[in-house]
């Protein structure tokens, strides 16, 4: 049985590895932003996940601070009537304060644009441990195989699975649900027709991965049934 309990533990390192990947890497949607006023960064690709985005917005600072950068644009603005000077901020100084960050970051947890993102996040992570846990598990298990063969180890590892596949799945609904009322995808996908809708944006590596370990699961779980049924007759 020895082949079986290697292959039953590289599965499982393999599903752990999955959700960790697809937990770390920001390529959960795949969007465009478009800046109007630098055609530099014009139709930029934009990924991100749960708490981490790669190609964003930020603001350089305050208006007083481009204002006396630029002699021009201050004489311009001082001169215009008070009613008017708001305008000019937005339509000709509005762009000078945002600039394009081309590396990946992340969010601060209470950051997050989202709640349902927030706790989606908390679920992935005790996903991952749980994965990490039964990996570790069956790892030290394999000096004595006897003990894994055994009808509550078997009901244990198999909780595990269920539970982390449960969490995942949960977490693929929360992930969605958190589009609604989020700037960030707005940025990056454009207007859309409905909650679900996701604009000129589409589902990346991340979610797939979470595909794979699905099926990785399964045929955890179905070994593990087969095994188990085997061992009772």
């Known amino acids: 049985m020895n082949y079986v309990w ?11 590895l999955l959700c960790t990947t697809g937990c770390l890497l920001p390529y959960w949607l795949d969007g465009k932003i478009y800046p109007n006023q630098d055609t530099t960064y014009a139709d930029l690709s934009s990924t991100l996940n749960l708490f981490r985005r790669c190609v964003y917005p930020v603001y350089t600072g305050l208006v007083t601070d481009i204002l006396t950068d630029d002699p021009e644009k201050i004489t311009i603005f ?8 708001i305008n000019l901020k ?42 990490f846990f039964l990996a570790f598990i069956l790892s030290f298990t394999g000096c004595y ?17 269920m539970l982390s596949g449960l969490i995942i799945l949960l977490c693929c609904i ?33 979610l797939r991965c979470y595909n ?9 779980f179905s070994l593990s049934e087969s095994l188990l049924s085997k061992n009772i007759t």
């Open 78 to 85: 001082l001169n215009q009537p008070q009613n008017q000077k």
């Open 145 to 161: 195989l006897n003990f894994l063969w055994q009808l509550n180890v078997h009901r244990i590892y198999q909780l595990g699975l």
């Open 6 to 16: 290697l292959i039953w533990c590289i599965l499982t390192w393999i599903a752990a």
């Open 174 to 206: 929360l992930f969605p649900i958190g589009w609604s009322n989020n700037d960030e995808i707005v940025q990056i996908c454009g207007e859309r027709r409905s909650r679900f809708d996701l604009g000129h944006c589409q589902a990346w590596l991340g």
């Open 212 to 220: 794979n370990q699905w099926f990785i699961i399964y045929l955890l």
């Open 90 to 131: 937005q339509t000709f100084i509005e762009s000078s304060l945002i600039h394009i960050q081309t590396n990946c970051g992340y969010y601060q947890f209470f950051d997050i644009p989202h709640i349902a993102w927030r706790f989606s996040l908390i679920l992935l992570v005790i996903s991952c441990c749980i994965l």
